[in-house]
Protein backbone atom coordinates (compact mmCIF):
# COMPACT_ATOMS: atom_id res chain seq x y z
CA UNK A 1 0.00 0.00 0.00
CA UNK A 2 1.65 3.21 -0.87
CA UNK A 3 0.58 6.23 0.90
CA UNK A 4 3.25 8.85 -1.09
CA UNK A 5 6.68 8.36 -2.74
CA UNK A 6 8.36 7.44 0.54
CA UNK A 7 5.71 5.94 2.23
CA UNK A 8 4.51 2.70 1.98
CA UNK A 9 3.46 -0.51 4.16
CA UNK A 10 3.80 -4.52 2.73
CA UNK A 11 1.41 -7.13 3.33
CA UNK A 12 -1.91 -5.58 4.14
CA UNK A 13 -4.31 -7.52 5.77
CA UNK A 14 -7.24 -5.34 6.28
CA UNK A 15 -11.06 -5.79 7.50
CA UNK A 16 -12.55 -2.55 7.85
CA UNK A 17 -16.46 -1.04 8.78
CA UNK A 18 -17.49 2.30 8.70
CA UNK A 19 -21.25 3.71 9.47
CA UNK A 20 -20.89 6.52 6.82
CA UNK A 21 -19.52 8.71 9.41
CA UNK A 22 -17.11 6.60 11.68
CA UNK A 23 -15.03 3.94 11.46
CA UNK A 24 -16.81 1.50 13.80
CA UNK A 25 -14.73 -1.64 13.61
CA UNK A 26 -11.03 -2.55 12.28
CA UNK A 27 -8.78 -5.23 12.15
CA UNK A 28 -5.26 -4.41 10.12
CA UNK A 29 -1.99 -6.17 9.84
CA UNK A 30 0.89 -5.29 8.12
CA UNK A 31 4.91 -4.81 7.65
CA UNK A 32 5.95 -1.03 7.94
CA UNK A 33 9.31 -2.53 7.51
CA UNK A 34 11.26 -5.56 6.45
CA UNK A 35 10.79 -7.96 9.46
CA UNK A 36 8.64 -6.08 11.50
CA UNK A 37 4.62 -6.10 11.97
CA UNK A 38 2.13 -3.59 12.98
CA UNK A 39 -1.45 -4.82 13.97
CA UNK A 40 -4.37 -2.29 14.66
CA UNK A 41 -7.28 -2.89 16.50
CA UNK A 42 -10.88 -1.04 16.76
CA UNK A 43 -13.85 -1.87 18.41
CA UNK A 44 -15.24 -5.44 18.10
CA UNK A 45 -18.60 -6.00 20.06
CA UNK A 46 -21.29 -3.96 19.62
CA UNK A 47 -20.83 -0.53 21.53
CA UNK A 48 -17.22 -1.43 21.76
CA UNK A 49 -14.97 1.81 21.03
CA UNK A 50 -11.02 0.27 22.38
CA UNK A 51 -8.33 0.83 19.92
CA UNK A 52 -4.96 -0.86 19.98
CA UNK A 53 -1.87 -0.03 17.45
CA UNK A 54 1.26 -2.55 18.73
CA UNK A 55 4.37 -2.25 16.40
CA UNK A 56 8.27 -3.75 16.67
CA UNK A 57 9.47 -0.90 14.40
CA UNK A 58 8.19 2.53 16.41
CA UNK A 59 10.31 4.58 13.97
CA UNK A 60 8.65 3.12 10.75
CA UNK A 61 5.26 3.89 12.10
CA UNK A 62 5.96 7.48 12.83
CA UNK A 63 7.34 7.79 9.20
CA UNK A 64 4.13 5.59 7.70
CA UNK A 65 1.87 8.57 9.66
CA UNK A 66 4.03 11.06 8.54
CA UNK A 67 4.86 12.15 12.23
CA UNK A 68 8.08 12.11 12.48
CA UNK A 69 11.35 10.60 10.34
CA UNK A 70 14.29 11.23 12.82
CA UNK A 71 13.04 8.10 14.73
CA UNK A 72 15.06 4.67 14.69
CA UNK A 73 13.82 1.41 15.82
CA UNK A 74 12.05 0.79 19.14
CA UNK A 75 8.62 -0.71 20.47
CA UNK A 76 5.54 1.13 20.34
CA UNK A 77 2.10 0.41 22.09
CA UNK A 78 -0.78 2.69 21.57
CA UNK A 79 -4.97 1.83 24.23
CA UNK A 80 -7.16 4.22 23.32
CA UNK A 81 -10.59 4.61 23.43
CA UNK A 82 -13.04 6.23 20.88
CA UNK A 83 -16.05 8.85 21.72
CA UNK A 84 -18.12 10.13 19.15
CA UNK A 85 -19.90 13.23 19.39
CA UNK A 86 -21.82 13.41 16.10
CA UNK A 87 -19.13 14.10 13.03
CA UNK A 88 -16.31 14.17 15.63
CA UNK A 89 -14.17 11.58 16.64
CA UNK A 90 -12.53 12.17 19.63
CA UNK A 91 -9.88 9.17 20.84
CA UNK A 92 -8.36 9.26 24.14
CA UNK A 93 -5.26 7.08 25.25
CA UNK A 94 -1.81 6.11 25.56
CA UNK A 95 1.28 5.27 24.10
CA UNK A 96 4.30 3.61 25.42
CA UNK A 97 7.34 3.08 23.53
CA UNK A 98 11.07 1.55 24.20
CA UNK A 99 14.19 0.78 22.60
CA UNK A 100 14.36 3.64 20.14
CA UNK A 101 17.11 6.26 18.86
CA UNK A 102 16.56 10.12 17.69
CA UNK A 103 18.76 10.63 14.49
CA UNK A 104 19.09 13.46 12.37
CA UNK A 105 16.96 16.12 14.19
CA UNK A 106 18.33 19.90 13.85
CA UNK A 107 15.48 21.37 16.43
CA UNK A 108 16.15 18.96 19.06
CA UNK A 109 19.84 19.34 18.78
CA UNK A 110 19.34 23.63 18.73
CA UNK A 111 16.95 22.43 22.16
CA UNK A 112 20.06 20.62 23.86
CA UNK A 113 22.78 23.18 22.26
CA UNK A 114 20.64 26.56 24.16
CA UNK A 115 20.50 24.05 27.48
CA UNK A 116 24.11 23.80 26.80
CA UNK A 117 23.88 19.49 27.23
CA UNK A 118 26.73 19.40 25.07
CA UNK A 119 27.38 15.37 25.56
CA UNK A 120 23.73 14.67 24.43
CA UNK A 121 23.92 17.18 21.78
CA UNK A 122 27.31 15.45 20.44
CA UNK A 123 25.82 11.95 20.01
CA UNK A 124 23.43 13.41 17.30
CA UNK A 125 26.12 13.70 14.96
CA UNK A 126 26.44 10.15 15.10
CA UNK A 127 24.20 7.17 15.60
CA UNK A 128 21.67 9.19 17.39
CA UNK A 129 20.30 9.75 20.92
CA UNK A 130 19.36 6.04 22.45
CA UNK A 131 16.32 6.22 24.52
CA UNK A 132 14.78 3.47 26.45
CA UNK A 133 11.39 4.29 27.36
CA UNK A 134 8.54 6.75 26.38
CA UNK A 135 4.96 7.35 27.77
CA UNK A 136 2.22 9.84 27.53
CA UNK A 137 -1.29 10.19 28.00
CA UNK A 138 -3.16 12.08 24.71
CA UNK A 139 -6.35 13.37 23.35
CA UNK A 140 -6.93 12.99 19.29
CA UNK A 141 -9.36 15.77 18.54
CA UNK A 142 -10.21 17.19 15.20
CA UNK A 143 -6.52 17.17 13.56
CA UNK A 144 -4.37 18.09 17.18
CA UNK A 145 -3.09 16.34 19.40
CA UNK A 146 -2.75 17.19 23.22
CA UNK A 147 0.11 15.31 24.93
CA UNK A 148 0.26 15.29 29.10
CA UNK A 149 2.87 14.00 31.32
CA UNK A 150 5.21 12.83 28.17
CA UNK A 151 8.53 11.14 29.19
CA UNK A 152 11.09 10.26 27.60
CA UNK A 153 14.62 9.00 28.88
CA UNK A 154 17.82 7.41 28.62
CA UNK A 155 21.51 7.01 30.06
CA UNK A 156 22.48 10.18 28.20
CA UNK A 157 19.24 12.47 28.62
CA UNK A 158 15.71 12.76 29.91
CA UNK A 159 12.49 14.91 29.06
CA UNK A 160 9.30 15.44 30.35
CA UNK A 161 6.76 17.74 28.33
CA UNK A 162 3.30 18.25 27.75
CA UNK A 163 1.75 20.52 25.03
CA UNK A 164 -0.11 20.50 21.22
CA UNK A 165 0.73 19.12 17.72
CA UNK A 166 -1.38 19.88 15.49
CA UNK A 167 -0.56 17.72 12.63
CA UNK A 168 -2.67 19.02 9.85
CA UNK A 169 -1.22 22.64 9.83
CA UNK A 170 2.61 21.24 10.84
CA UNK A 171 2.79 23.05 14.11
CA UNK A 172 3.09 22.71 17.94
CA UNK A 173 3.92 23.92 21.24
CA UNK A 174 5.42 21.99 23.49
CA UNK A 175 7.25 22.85 27.21
CA UNK A 176 8.74 20.77 29.75
CA UNK A 177 11.83 20.00 31.39
CA UNK A 178 15.35 18.63 30.02
CA UNK A 179 17.97 16.32 32.29
CA UNK A 180 21.01 15.23 31.14
CA UNK A 181 22.74 12.20 32.23
CA UNK A 182 18.92 11.38 33.46
CA UNK A 183 20.00 7.83 34.70
CA UNK A 184 23.36 9.19 36.80
CA UNK A 185 21.01 11.86 37.84
CA UNK A 186 17.87 10.57 38.97
CA UNK A 187 19.93 8.15 40.87
CA UNK A 188 20.99 10.90 43.48
CA UNK A 189 16.80 10.43 44.25
CA UNK A 190 17.82 7.19 45.61
CA UNK A 191 19.41 8.56 48.81
CA UNK A 192 16.98 8.81 51.95
CA UNK A 193 14.89 12.32 52.42
CA UNK A 194 17.52 14.14 50.55
CA UNK A 195 16.19 12.44 47.25
CA UNK A 196 13.06 13.61 47.91
CA UNK A 197 14.08 17.15 48.79
CA UNK A 198 16.37 17.47 45.59
CA UNK A 199 14.49 15.82 42.80
CA UNK A 200 11.81 18.40 41.51
CA UNK A 201 9.23 15.35 40.52
CA UNK A 202 8.83 12.55 38.75
CA UNK A 203 11.06 11.72 35.82
CA UNK A 204 13.09 14.68 36.83
CA UNK A 205 16.72 14.71 38.00
CA UNK A 206 18.77 17.45 40.28
CA UNK A 207 20.54 19.16 37.18
CA UNK A 208 17.59 20.43 34.79
CA UNK A 209 16.17 23.34 32.55
CA UNK A 210 13.23 23.99 31.30
CA UNK A 211 12.05 24.97 27.86
CA UNK A 212 9.52 25.69 25.46
CA UNK A 213 9.03 24.84 21.83
CA UNK A 214 6.57 26.39 19.40
CA UNK A 215 5.86 27.00 16.24
CA UNK A 216 6.64 25.22 13.00
CA UNK A 217 7.61 21.70 13.29
CA UNK A 218 10.58 21.99 10.56
CA UNK A 219 11.70 25.41 12.16
CA UNK A 220 10.18 25.51 15.72
CA UNK A 221 11.09 28.83 17.92
CA UNK A 222 12.74 27.24 21.09
CA UNK A 223 13.26 29.07 24.32
CA UNK A 224 14.92 27.73 27.27
CA UNK A 225 15.90 28.90 31.06
CA UNK A 226 18.90 28.84 31.58
CA UNK A 227 19.24 28.74 35.38
CA UNK A 228 17.13 26.17 35.91
CA UNK A 229 20.16 24.06 34.50
CA UNK A 230 22.23 25.04 37.84
CA UNK A 231 19.54 24.66 40.35
CA UNK A 232 18.46 21.28 42.35
CA UNK A 233 14.80 20.77 41.78
CA UNK A 234 13.33 21.88 44.83
CA UNK A 235 15.11 25.50 44.18
CA UNK A 236 14.00 25.82 40.52
CA UNK A 237 10.18 27.29 41.54
CA UNK A 238 11.90 29.98 43.46
CA UNK A 239 13.11 31.39 39.98
CA UNK A 240 10.02 33.51 38.88
CA UNK A 241 11.29 32.84 35.35
CA UNK A 242 8.89 31.20 32.38
CA UNK A 243 9.88 29.84 29.22
CA UNK A 244 7.57 32.34 28.00
CA UNK A 245 6.50 32.31 23.85
CA UNK A 246 9.58 32.25 21.90
CA UNK A 247 7.62 33.64 19.25
CA UNK A 248 6.83 36.80 20.67
CA UNK A 249 8.94 39.60 19.64
CA UNK A 250 9.54 40.66 23.39
CA UNK A 251 10.34 37.11 24.49
CA UNK A 252 12.62 37.58 27.44
CA UNK A 253 14.24 34.33 26.92
CA UNK A 254 16.90 33.09 24.75
CA UNK A 255 15.79 32.01 21.79
CA UNK A 256 16.69 30.61 18.45
CA UNK A 257 16.53 33.39 15.89
CA UNK A 258 14.83 31.41 12.33
CA UNK A 259 17.53 29.75 10.41
CA UNK A 260 20.03 30.39 13.13
Known amino acids: MLLSPDRYVDRVHAKLYSDGVHWQTAQVDA ?18 RNFTLVSDDLGAVLKLLDISTKVEG ?49 LMGGKGIPFSRMQADFVLDDGTVDLRNARAYGEAIGINASGQFDYRHNKLDMSGTLVPAYLLNSLLGNIPVLGDLLLGGRGEGIFAAKFRVAGSTTDPGISVNPLSALAPGFLRGLFL ?20
Request: charged share 25%.
Open 31 to 48: VPAPGKKLALRLGGAAGD
Open 74 to 122: GNLTVTARAEDIGSRRILRGKFDGENYRLVDAPAFAKLLSLASFTGPAS
Open 241 to 260: FDAGNPNQDNAKSTTVPKGG
